[in-house]
């Protein structure tokens, strides 16, 4: 029973993305499509999505690092569905944070049973995640305590943080999130905000992937969850 999950599908081959989008639609399942990494970013930042079947051989970004991507900005499990077939490549997938990794040419009730399985753990882990306790920030030594465990953070995390903290839990706009650590003339884009949220939630939440301090809104920026 798919309980109307959404699955981003990222797949450049249009026939497949079909056949995947039919075979997910007669399932039960809705679907949303991306056929490159910055598409699938797009998608999960204006979608609520619950799992996300990704290819590795994308047009613009290597889909290693749209999984690292993407687990700065959602907790939707990722199922790998790649010609990359080596012992290695499925290591790094995993090592990376993916869920599964499925090898093409593959069979399709073999990828909903794993899609299902992918689902099932994420949803016992949202269930188990324990609740919030109370965020100690240090500015001048970098240090965040939490749950009695201290962190040090970089100079770019840390100023992430703060910038959240002094909202007193409102959302703060990703552009001036990227104004304020990055300066108003830079070029960076969402995508090092992102990845830098990802590696603070790293070292702060107890779960990375099911995220209780801080929080992302989609389509909007981010706010720090302070107890």
Request: charged residues 35%.
């Given at each position: 029973m798919s309980e109307q999950n959404t699955i981003l599908i990222v797949e450049?081959?249009?026939?497949?993305?079909?056949?995947?989008?039919s075979v997910l639609s007669q399932s039960g399942y809705q679907v949303v499509g991306a056929k490159s990494g910055a598409g699938a970013l797009e998608q999960?930042?204006?979608?609520?999505?619950?799992?996300?079947?990704?290819?590795?051989?994308?047009?613009?970004?290597?889909?290693?690092?749209?999984i690292r991507q993407a687990h700065a900005i959602s907790a939707a499990p990722v199922v790998v569905i790649s010609a990359r077939?080596?012992?290695?490549?499925k290591i790094a997938a995993l090592d990376m944070g993916a869920n599964d990794y499925v090898a093409k040419p593959f069979d399709a009730g073999e990828?909903?049973?794993?899609?299902?399985v992918a689902l099932r753990l994420s949803r016992r882990g949202e269930n188990a995640a324990a609740p919030a306790g109370k965020l100690q920030i240090d500015v001048e030594t970098r240090r965040v305590i939490v749950?009695?465990?201290?962190?040090?953070?970089?100079?770019?995390?840390?100023?992430?943080?703060r910038i959240l903290a002094a909202a007193n839990g409102a959302v703060v706009p990703?552009?001036?999130?990227?104004?304020?650590?990055?300066?108003p003339t830079t070029e960076t884009d969402h995508m090092n905000l992102r990845v830098l949220t990802w590696q603070v939630r790293r070292k702060i939440e107890p779960?990375?992937?099911?995220?209780?301090?801080?929080?992302?809104?989609?389509?909007?920026g981010y706010r720090l969850k302070l107890e």
């Open positions: 450049d081959d249009e026939q497949l993305q079909r056949m995947l989008q999960l930042s204006t979608h609520k999505v619950d799992a996300i079947l990704l290819d590795l051989g994308l047009p613009d970004i290597d889909g290693k690092d749209v077939g080596s012992e290695r490549e990828l909903l049973a794993r899609l299902r749950e009695g465990r201290a962190v040090r953070l970089s100079r770019k995390e840390m100023e992430l943080v990703q552009e001036s999130l990227v104004e304020q650590i990055w300066g779960n990375a992937a099911v995220p209780q301090y801080l929080i992302a809104e989609a389509g909007e």
